[in-house]
């Protein structure tokens, strides 16, 4: 995979060269100009505030509660973070079921008497309420946190959870296929004004098909992708320490690298700690989501963004051709992805529009 993505970024580099080389002529230089244009407009059409997006009002409590109590107050409200507050009120921490699993549990950390300082998340980044919701989710991007207190007047008024920004991302992948069929049809002017093609039959127009007017997740997906696999008989305790290890929020339940199931961080706090269920007895199949939805490396980005948004899915497992488990992207992962896409796409058309 990263083979292939390393080759396709090498023909894009060359023929993107190629084409700049060869822009003066009439036809394809002005409606390269043209396409730019036209991608400028889209870009700004549709932006939102975050104050527009779908908020959810954040749960806070004092940074003295025990764990125990913060992760009931958590369930209760089925949220899966909550604002930390010091002795004068004000913000200074976050904690999310990321935490709890690979910091609590994990660690095998006595619930009931460890208070939620010891394992938040200080001083936590924040946004405004009037930011555009696409600098918010670059923000997060950037910082990979799923949460982001949003501030209005000084005061949190709200707690954003990246997946309320899939909606932007899609529009985002959108506006880039857009953009994409734009430059593949400014470039084929080019070559027909030049009577031949510009690098072999059709080379720049299918890598420009491939890579930005519907990239797929093996562009994204690196080699050695990190990937947390366990057995349906393991421990949820077994389960946390392994998704310490690799850092991450999500395990694939597989059965001769079939997945089974999927256990989330989240799935731990609702199913685990809020049911009382000991983490080094209970086993992953009694907790577990069963038959997850799946992508394979050949899902367009957008179509597992959509399958995400439209499932209310954090983290969705990617199998290739025979079916194995080669990764988990999440919501992180495939939203940068939306942003950096219709970026290298500005670029490349700026660049040729000039």
């Known amino acids: 995979m990263a083979g292939q993505g390393g080759s396709s970024r090498k023909s894009l580099s060359m023929t993107s060269s190629s084409l700049t080389g060869k822009k003066k002529a009439e036809n394809g230089g002005s409606d390269l100009r043209k396409s730019f244009s036209v991608s400028r407009s ?9 104050k527009r997006l779908r908020l959810s009002k954040a749960l806070t409590v004092p940074e003295s509660t025990t764990v125990q ?13 909550l604002l930390l507050t010091d002795s004068n009120a004000l913000l200074c921490g976050i904690l999310t079921d990321k935490d709890i699993a690979t910091r609590v549990i994990a660690r095998e950390l006595n619930l009931e008497e460890t208070p939620v300082s010891k394992v938040m998340t200080r001083n936590p980044t924040f946004v405004l309420s009037d930011t555009l919701a696409v600098e918010a989710l670059q923000k997060m991007v950037q910082g990979k946190f799923r949460h982001l207190p949003v501030v209005e007047n000084g005061e949190v008024i709200a707690l954003l959870d990246i997946a309320k920004c899939l909606y932007d991302a899609i529009a985002r992948m959108e506006r880039a296929a857009e953009k994409g069929k734009a430059i593949a049809a400014a470039v084929e002017g080019v070559e027909k004004h030049w009577g031949t093609s510009i690098s072999g039959p059709n080379t720049f127009i299918e890598t420009l098909r491939e890579r930005m007017f519907r990239p797929s997740l093996s562009t994204i997906i690196p080699e050695k992708s990190k990937v947390v ?38 799935d731990i706090l609702m199913r685990v700690i809020s049911q009382n269920l000991p983490p080094d007895s209970t086993l992953v199949e009694k907790v577990m989501t069963p038959n997850p939805e799946c992508a394979t490396i050949d899902t367009p980005i957008v179509d597992a963004l959509h399958i995400m948004h439209d499932g209310k899915f954090l983290h969705l497992p990617v199998v290739d051709r025979d079916g194995d488990v080669v990764a988990v992207v999440d919501v992180i992962h495939i939203t940068h992805a939306a942003v950096a896409t219709e970026i290298l796409l500005d670029q490349i058309m700026r660049q040729q529009a000039q």
């Open 69 to 81: 109590e913060a992760c009931r107050r958590m369930a209760a409200r089925r949220v899966d973070a």
């Open 42 to 50: 889209m870009g700004l059409a549709g932006e939102r505030t975050v």
């Open 229 to 266: 696999t366990i057995s349906p008989t393991d421990t949820v305790l077994m389960a946390t320490k392994k998704m310490l290890e690799l850092r991450l929020s999500s395990a694939v339940v597989t059965v001769e690298n079939k997945p089974r199931g999927i256990l989330t961080s989240k």
